[in-house]
């Protein structure tokens, strides 16, 4: 059994990775609302793009991050699920040969931590928060 102890551990952790990605990217992109959400209330302080939701194709998507982030440092951090994992390689591979440097660290890392704990969707960062406020 989990203790307490170990929460509080994990979610400073996940705090840490959090500062990082602000102090290393320009943009992070996530799958939705939620996985924004989650992230923030982990600290997250950098602009977030999501990619559900926009109303855009996947190469419409691409293209404007890619005019707008060429030369810059992002993130994707989108579910760790085989979909999510597919969607996160194609989207990283995409702007990286447009021009955009993809910061892989913080996702690898990230799932590191979450799949240790059997969590493969990035909004369910919020329950293992809850565990160690309990």
Do not use: C, W
């Amino acid at each position: 059994m989990k203790t307490h102890k170990h929460y509080l551990e994990l979610v400073e952790e996940i705090r840490s990775l959090v500062d990082a990605i602000n102090f290393g990217t320009s943009l992070v992109i996530v799958e939705g609302q939620n996985d924004e959400a989650a992230l923030r209330e982990f600290g997250l302080k950098t602009p977030v793009l999501k990619f559900r939701g926009t109303g855009h194709s996947e190469a419409l998507f691409i293209d404007e991050v890619s005019q707008d982030y060429r030369g810059r440092s992002v993130a994707v951090i989108l579910d760790f699920d085989e979909e999510g994992t597919r969607m996160a390689d194609r989207i990283s591979r995409e702007l990286e040969e447009r021009g955009v440097k993809i910061q892989h660290y913080f996702r690898r890392k990230l799932k590191e931590i979450l799949l240790r704990e059997g969590v493969r969707h990035v909004e369910e960062i919020r329950a293992i928060k809850q565990k160690a406020l309990s």
